[in-house]
């Protein structure tokens, strides 16, 4: 496994942020949710003017992560009030998005990504990170409870016109 590159997302990316948005949100969920639901969150959430609204907002910050030769994955950070929720105090800031291709999981690079968000919130001064998952995304509930992270809450997340709950976990660091 090679270290991985964490290289921020440019306006002129906007197409491949697009695209890779669709394409790990569809290989993480569309198994478990109906197709009118999983295309209708896309179609609100992952168009490109929502997109570059997104990029070009001082708090959030997106990044892409490589590995030795390819595009792997992206993050989305977001701070201050960008954050979907106002929790812990607005004291921590929030991972909103976290995703690796599927033929890149279950190879280190997920802990890799994890470090690399906390050092970039350290650098911000920040202490404490926390992120939404989805109830029934046992697989990554299991992987953010190995790296250490803790429920704290639940929030409704609306995919379609299905309304599910995500567990809301915090770590410090």
Not at 72 to 77: A, E, F, S, T
Not at 79 to 85: I, L, N, V
Request: aromatic share 14%; charged share 30%.
């Amino acid at each position: 496994m090679s270290e991985l590159k964490i290289i921020p997302v440019t306006e002129s990316e906007l197409e491949k942020l697009k695209y890779l948005s669709i394409k790990t949100f569809q290989e993480t969920f569309s198994d478990q949710n109906t197709d009118d639901n999983m295309n209708e969150y896309l179609r609100l959430n992952m168009n490109s003017s929502k997109l570059l609204n997104e990029l070009k907002n001082p708090n959030v910050e997106f990044y892409f992560a490589y590995n030795k030769t390819s595009l792997i994955g992206y993050l989305k950070l977001n701070y201050k009030d960008a954050q979907t929720e106002n929790v812990l105090d607005n004291k921590a800031f929030e991972i909103e998005r976290i995703y690796l291709l599927k033929t890149f999981q279950n190879m280190g690079y997920g802990k890799q990504l994890f470090k690399k968000i906390a050092s970039i919130g350290k650098l911000k001064g920040y202490r404490r990170l926390w992120l939404g998952v989805w109830e029934h995304n046992l697989g990554a509930i299991k992987f953010y409870k190995k790296l250490k992270l803790k429920i704290f809450d639940k929030h409704n997340f609306i995919l379609g016109n299905d309304t599910q709950t995500d567990f809301l976990m915090k770590f410090d660091f």
